[in-house]
């Protein structure tokens, strides 16, 4: 596992690197990770919030490094991930790709990108092959990129270490996240560089246990409408008893995601504020 520095930047394998945003929080952990690839010249995957000093730091890496920094990747439009784009590409004259940005309220309505990716096209990153895979689910525009020489997945927000992935509708989609995590199971991936924490060493493993936690806490929430109809704060309390508190108020968005795919598989509805079997 590589260490998480604060601006520095931290090899991951081959032509890859890692800088850490100054950002902890609840909501990002340890920060927002930007990556930078490339052989001959350099790919920013996720240049963070707004930042100075993580731009700053950004600059220094590829300085460092001794590339330049050529395109900007996002890997969607969350306000942790995406809005140092504008300030890096002033600095570098770097393109923006990456894709469109929902209309949900929660997103960087500042982002544009120059050119808007499609799952399974292949980019040029630098003289390294990075193929584009389109994972709805934890926001709707959700791309990861595989460094398909090193099998390895840069995940963004679908997959994160240590921790579950807030689904918010309506962007965010309990049946399009699932389905999302399944299709990684066709691509050879050896290694995870998430938007949040460390290195993953065990992507299949990972994958796994996910999709089960998350249809374990559908039978917890079928389970309790299996008694009366209820509200989704009514609801939170004992789908998630195991989760602290002060976290509920986060909770009753994945909790609307679980209730949401329910009511398309037709077996629960929703009417007049509750939800019933």
Same mark, same amino acid.
């Given at each position: 596992?590589?260490?998480?520095?604060?601006?520095?930047?931290?090899?991951?394998?081959?032509?890859?690197?890692?800088?850490?945003?100054?950002?902890?929080?609840?909501?990002?952990?340890?920060?927002?990770?930007?990556?930078?690839?490339?052989?001959?010249?350099?790919?920013v /995957?996720?240049?963070?919030?707004?930042?100075?000093?993580?731009?700053?730091?950004?600059?220094?890496?590829?300085?460092?490094?001794?590339?330049?920094?050529?395109? /900007?990747?996002?890997?969607?439009?969350?306000?942790?991930?995406?809005?140092?784009a504008?300030?890096?590409?002033?600095?570098?004259?770097?393109?923006?790709?990456?894709?469109?940005?929902?209309?949900?309220?929660?997103?960087?309505?500042?982002?544009?990108?120059e050119?808007?990716?499609?799952?399974?096209?292949?980019?040029?990153?630098?003289?390294?092959?990075?193929?584009?895979?389109?994972?709805?689910?934890?926001?709707?525009?959700?791309?990861?990129?595989? $460094?398909?020489?090193?099998?390895?997945?840069?995940?963004?927000?679908?997959?994160?270490?240590?921790?579950?992935?807030?689904?918010?509708?309506?962007?965010?989609?309990?049946?399009?996240?699932?389905?999302?995590?399944?299709?990684?199971n066709?691509?050879? /991936?050896?290694? $995870?560089?998430?938007?949040?924490?460390?290195?993953i060493?065990?992507?299949?493993?990972?994958?796994?246990?996910?999709?089960?936690?998350?249809?374990?806490?559908?039978?917890?929430?079928?389970?309790?409408?299996d008694?009366?109809?209820?509200?989704?704060?009514?609801?939170?309390?004992?789908v998630?008893?195991?989760?602290?508190?002060?976290?509920?108020?986060?909770?009753?968005?994945?909790?609307?995601?679980?209730?949401?795919?329910?009511?398309?598989?037709?077996?629960?509805?929703?009417?007049?504020?509750?939800?019933?079997?």
């Amino acid at each position: 596992m590589a260490a998480l520095i604060p601006g520095e930047p931290t090899p991951i394998v081959p032509h890859a690197w890692r800088v850490l945003g100054r950002n902890p929080g609840m909501m990002t952990g340890p920060g927002t990770n930007s990556y930078l690839l490339g052989e001959h010249a350099l790919t920013v /995957i996720d240049p963070g919030p707004v930042d100075e000093e993580h731009t700053r730091a950004l600059l220094a890496a590829a300085k460092q490094i001794g590339r330049p920094i050529e395109q /900007i990747l996002v890997t969607h439009t969350h306000r942790d991930h995406s809005p140092g784009a504008h300030a890096l590409a002033r600095a570098t004259g770097a393109r923006l790709l990456g894709p469109t940005v929902p209309d949900d309220g929660l997103q960087d309505d500042t982002w544009q990108a120059e050119r808007v990716l499609r799952h399974g096209e292949h980019l040029d990153c630098g003289g390294i092959d990075v193929e584009v895979i389109a994972t709805p689910g934890h926001v709707g525009n959700h791309l990861c990129y595989l $460094m398909v020489d090193q099998a390895l997945l840069f995940t963004g927000d679908h997959l994160i270490q240590g921790s579950t992935v807030v689904i918010a509708p309506p962007s965010g989609s309990m049946s399009a996240y699932l389905n999302s995590l399944a299709l990684l199971n066709d691509y050879a /991936i050896t290694l $995870m560089a998430p938007g949040h924490g460390d290195v993953i060493s065990d992507p299949k493993g990972t994958v796994e246990h996910t999709i089960a936690h998350r249809l374990e806490r559908e039978k917890k929430v079928f389970a309790a409408l299996d008694a009366n109809p209820a509200t989704v704060q009514e609801l939170v309390t004992r789908v998630y008893a195991d989760v602290p508190a002060f976290l509920h108020g986060v909770a009753c968005l994945s909790l609307e995601a679980h209730l949401i795919k329910l009511r398309e598989d037709d077996r629960v509805r929703h009417d007049q504020g509750k939800w019933s079997v």
